[in-house]
C-alpha cells in the first residue's frame, strides 16, 4: 500500500518561505498525478498546486508558489514564497490517476504538515 509522507511545515513570517516535500513509498510514481492541497480551520479543502507532466495551480496562487516533482527519489515538492497570513493551514500531499484540480481523484493522501504564516 502506498503511503505519502509530507515534511517541511512551520512557522514563518508574512514575506517568508518553506518548502514542502512529500515522499511516496512504493513503485510506479511517475505514472500518476501529484498534487497539494490545504485546509485552513473552518474551510473547506483546497487545491492549491498539481503536477503530472506540466505543473498547474490554484488561482489564488498568483506565481508565488512552484511545484515540482522528481521521479527518481518519489517526492514532488512545494516551494512556497512570499506567504501570506491566509496561506496558514494543514498542506496535504495526495496522489491521482489522472491530472485534477478536484480533491476526488486524489485516492491517497498523506497524513498533512501544517503551515503557519504569522503576520
Known amino acids: 500500500q502506498v503511503q505519502l509522507v509530507e515534511t517541511g511545515g512551520g512557522l514563518v513570517q508574512a514575506g517568508g518561505s518553506l518548502k514542502l516535500s512529500c515522499v511516496a513509498s512504493?513503485?510506479?510514481?511517475?505514472?500518476?498525478?501529484m498534487g497539494w492541497f490545504r485546509q485552513a480551520p473552518g474551510k473547506e479543502r483546497e487545491f492549491v498546486a498539481g503536477?503530472?507532466?506540466?505543473?498547474f495551480y490554484g488561482d489564488f496562487v498568483e506565481g508565488r508558489f512552484t511545484i515540482s516533482r522528481d521521479n527518481a527519489k518519489n517526492t514532488v515538492y512545494l516551494q512556497m514564497n512570499n506567504l501570506k497570513p491566509e496561506d496558514t493551514g494543514v498542506y496535504y500531499c495526495?496522489?491521482?490517476?489522472?491530472?485534477?484540480?478536484?480533491?476526488?481523484?486524489?485516492?491517497?493522501w498523506g497524513q498533512g504538515t501544517q503551515v503557519t504564516v504569522s503576520s
Open positions: 495526495a496522489r491521482s490517476p489522472v491530472q485534477s484540480r478536484e480533491a476526488g481523484p486524489y485516492t491517497t
Open positions: 512504493g513503485s510506479a510514481f511517475s505514472n500518476y498525478a
Open positions: 503536477i503530472f507532466w506540466n505543473p
